[in-house]
Structures are given as C-alpha cells and as structure tokens.
C-alpha cells in the first residue's frame, strides 16, 4: 500500500510505505497519486522508488506462490532449479531465525491446545 500526506491546500506532498500519523491510504491506480508522481521534482526517482518497494513485494507474492503449488502438490520443490531452491530456503531460514528470535517462548516453552 502507499500512503500520502497531503497539505493545507489539499494536495498530495509526500508518500510513504508504511501507515503512520496524519497519512492517508491511497490507492495505486489513483489518478491524484498517479499526477503527484508525474510532476513531482524527484519525479523519475520517485517513480524508482515505487516500483522497487512494488517488486520487493511481488518477491513475496511468488516465494508464497511457490509454498502453495507445493503444498497443492502441483509442483515438487526440487523440480525448481537448485539455485532458485538455494534462495528461498535461505530466504525461510532467515524469516524463521527472525522469528523465533522475536518470539515470547522461550525454546523449551510449548504452546499445547
């Protein structure tokens, strides 16, 4: 999502990735975001921008992509060419080694339902 501070007069003068005090959602095909990123000073810049942060998370999409056709059985994780695999566990095991390092639980603590 992008979101924008607007000023005084009403009109967009800043964006920003995250949500935060005194920004407002817009969407992507927003024709006021759409002007903003076309006339702004920084404009190709800023246009970099964007698309950068948009294919950081289209990453995300596919590596979630790739777990659901294995989870489905559509595809086998080893039919994926060795460095694609190489990469996405690397990607899991840091994603596991960041949340199990900010987790509530101790390593001998089990959650029993």
């Known amino acids: 999502m992008i979101y924008i501070r607007r000023n005084s007069d009403n009109e967009i003068v800043e964006i920003d990735f995250s949500p935060a005090p005194n920004l407002e959602e817009i969407g992507l095909f927003d024709p006021e975001l759409k002007a903003f990123l076309q006339n ?39 039919d994926l060419p060795k460095p694609v695999q190489n990469k996405l566990l690397f990607k899991k095991n840091i994603r596991n080694a960041l949340v199990e390092e900010n987790s509530i639980l101790n390593n001998d603590e089990v959650i029993n339902f």
Do not use: P
């Not at 702004?40 to 810049?45: F, I, P, R, V, W």
């Open 40 to 78: 702004s000073k920084d404009s190709e810049e800023l246009i970099k921008t964007v698309l950068d942060k948009l294919d950081i998370d289209m990453v995300r999409i596919i590596e979630d992509l790739v777990d659901i056709l294995i989870d489905k059985d559509v595809i086998r994780f080893t």
